[in-house]
């Protein structure tokens, strides 16, 4: 199922029109038709107000199927290297710094937005398929933190730290995380603690740790973190 089936979904099983969701949402009647038709993508924020009022898990918008790969790739690409240069993520900027057809771009994205929404989606969809190869593996959300999570952030730090630098990327990606890995702790690990604090926690740390000048080795961060979690999660 796409992102426009799942919010058509959303929108039916609570007795809503188009028109009521998109008052809801202060967004046009419009926008709702074009996303629920996949013509566009509903921006992150609006994916997770629709996961936490209605209870559909944040995973169920993760993948766009109807755009086509090569042109995925060079949107997201090409957005990296934006924030690589220091250049805001914006759609002027990636049509001036790409060859990226202009109306096949407006056919996927509309807006600022939608496009920092595509890259983040894009990147943690990649997070998360190492994730699932490797959870079953630990029996404490604790131990998945410290012995693997902290190793696969390192190694894909450059990025990370790229959405913590800037605050127009940052706030939203951060509550995206606190959705999406609230829900796979909770979902994996059969225990009844707060997981959204805990992530919360994790979001902190790792963002000192990776903004910081001078990085940390990971094995060093790792002590630190082991201290942080045991006089701050006084449950784990």
């Not at 039916?12 to 998109?22: D, G, H, R, S, V």
């Not at 894909?156 to 939203?172: A, G, Q």
């Not at 990606?173 to 890995?181: G, P, Q, S």
Request: hydrophobic content about 40%; proline content about 1%.
């Amino acid at each position: 199922m796409n992102i426009g089936e799942h919010l058509k979904k959303i929108r039916k099983i609570n007795n809503l029109t188009q028109e009521q969701l998109a008052e809801e949402i202060y967004y046009s009647c419009q926008s709702v038709s074009n996303w629920e038709r996949n013509r566009s993508v509903p921006p992150l924020q609006i994916m997770l107000y629709l996961s936490k009022k209605y209870g559909f898990p944040i995973n169920d918008f993760l993948h766009d199927r109807n755009v086509d790969t090569d042109l995925k790739k060079e949107i997201y690409d090409i957005s990296i290297l934006l924030l690589k240069k220091s250049k805001k993520l914006s759609l002027d900027n990636l049509i001036i710094f790409s060859n990226v057809d202009q109306y096949r771009l407006s056919n996927f994205i509309n807006n600022d937005d939608q496009l920092v929404s595509f890259v983040i989606r894009e990147f943690e969809g990649n997070i998360e398929r190492n994730i699932w190869k490797k959870i079953k593996s630990y029996e404490s959300y604790y131990d998945f933190i410290i012995n693997y999570i902290i190793y696969l952030i390192y190694d894909n730090k450059e990025i990370v730290s790229l959405f913590y630098r800037y605050e127009y990327i940052s706030s939203i990606w951060k509550d995206y995380l606190i959705e999406k890995y609230s829900r796979i702790l909770k979902d994996n690990f059969s225990t009844d603690n707060n997981y959204k604090l805990f992530v919360k926690i994790i979001i902190e740390v790792f963002q000192d740790w990776l903004t910081d000048e001078t990085i940390l080795n990971v094995n060093d961060f790792k002590e630190k973190l082991k201290d942080i979690l045991n006089t701050r999660v006084m449950f784990l």
